[in-house]
């Protein structure tokens, strides 16, 4: 990017932090009007975020690991933004209903000198309020809610699921990203919690790392001690494949990856890239596939037809995919029926409000229908992980860390 460019989006992004902040003060001026105080640190705070984001803007690299002053910068920017566009939206509401009542006074000839009315100041007491919910929520998200692991148990039943495999558990965790850990505590307490569920089987899909296999080196020991009697299986995410920093060379990229392919290795993970395993019970089996990543408007390494090669064709079958739409586009009408996806990637953009039975709501339900939790199409199973760390924004609003726990019952 040149420095004209870099100058140009700088500028307008400043713009809207202005046009963003100014609007918000209206609630700040009008509720303490007899108070300097709070109306300076309003100023004083937003000002620091602008200083802030010109310096995000002009030290940003994706060479640079997401736990420096960029993820806090970022921390600091969305806590800056969220509660202001509360603000925004309940003064914004004021102001319609403002010009509405001026306008018929307007046209009834009272006081055409006072056009607008004042403010209410309840008004701006009501958005200030309930700016403060996000804003105490960004800061829990930061400090407690970005480890907040939760375990999530699910049943799912299956005509066609060998009678050995009746009741098999199988724990799933997805996006790592142990480049953006820096609590060695309560990644060791997650990892406990994974093996306290005690599941025939273990399986990760994808995003280890955020770019680099170097980001895994402190935590491959903790990760050593998962344990599971049937196994540990893991594939690739989008992030694993270095695609977002400038290496200095193809063999430098190339290089990476043959790391992090050992580093699977060293924790205990068969890395599945478009292949598939058969696990055993008895005398009967299930298949295991694993594709690479496979992603609508991301790459697209992913081959389900060379990752079922050399199975029957109405074996039962368990996929790894780290992206759910793959899903939609590709699983789900698959030649060969595959009974069970098991997906992650979204994060859940690690913000939304899920309260079970009332409602489940994310922004990033805009961009993946199927973004948390299980789902069926046409008597195929999806089921799509929160993920267990975080990215960039180095917290967890509502969506909180996920270990996933599905047992298997034959119907």
């Known amino acids: 990017m040149n420095s004209i460019t870099l100058f140009i989006r700088i500028a307008i992004f400043l713009a809207v932090l202005v046009l963003i902040d100014l609007y918000a003060y209206q609630a700040f001026k009008t509720t303490f009007r007899a108070s300097s105080f709070f109306r300076m640190a309003y100023w004083i705070f937003s000002g620091a975020v602008m200083i802030g984001v010109v310096y995000a803007f002009l030290t940003f690299s994706r060479d640079t690991p997401p736990q420096t002053s960029f993820s806090f910068l970022m921390a600091l920017m969305i806590l800056s933004i969220v509660p202001k566009l509360i603000i925004l939206t309940v003064m914004l509401s004021e102001d319609i209903w403002r010009v509405g009542e001026g306008t018929l006074k307007l046209f009834a000839k009272e006081k055409p000198d006072e056009f607008l009315p004042d ?26 809610g970005r480890y907040r692991y939760r375990v999530i148990n699910k049943t799912l039943t299956f005509d066609d699921l060998p009678e050995e ?9 997805s996006d790592v990203h142990s480049g953006s850990f820096d609590n060695p505590e309560k990644i060791q307490y997650g990892i406990d919690l994974i093996n306290e569920q005690q599941s025939d089987l273990i399986l990760f ?62 924790i205990g993970f068969g890395l599945l890239r478009n292949e598939n395993v058969q696990l055993k019970k008895g005398n009967s ?40 739409s793959h899903f ?8 060969q029926k595959v009974h069970l996806t098991l997906s992650g990637h979204t994060h859940g953009m690690q913000f939304g409000i899920e309260i079970p039975g009332f409602i489940k709501w994310s922004p990033v339900k805009y961009r993946y229908p199927k973004w948390a939790g299980l789902y069926e199409d046409l008597g195929r199973y999806l089921y799509v992980n929160r993920g267990f760390g975080f990215l960039a924004f180095p917290g967890r609003v509502g969506i909180w860390p996920e270990i996933t726990v599905l047992t298997l019952k034959k119907g």
């Open 165 to 173: 495999f009746d009741g098999l558990t199988i724990t799933q965790i």
């Open 328 to 335: 939609d586009y590709e699983v789900k009408n698959f030649a």
């Open 285 to 324: 089996t299930i298949d295991l596939v694993g594709v690479e990543n496979w992603g609508n408007g991301f790459v697209q390494h992913g081959d389900l037809k060379k990752a079922v090669s050399g199975l029957a064709h109405d074996s039962f079958k368990i996929l790894m995919s780290h992206d759910p």
């Open 205 to 266: 899909t994808g995003d280890l790392v955020n770019n680099r296999a170097e980001e895994m080196e402190p935590w491959i020991d903790v990760f050593s001690q998962l344990k599971a009697p049937m196994g540990k299986y893991s594939i690739l995410g989008n992030h694993d494949y270095g695609d977002y920093v400038n290496w200095s060379s193809g063999a430098a990229k190339q290089e990476n990856m043959e790391k992090l392919y050992q580093v699977h290795e060293r």
């Open 119 to 144: 403010r209410r100041k309840f008004v701006s007491q009501t958005a200030l309020v309930l700016s403060a919910i996000p804003f105490i929520g960004i800061i829990h998200g930061v400090l407690i």
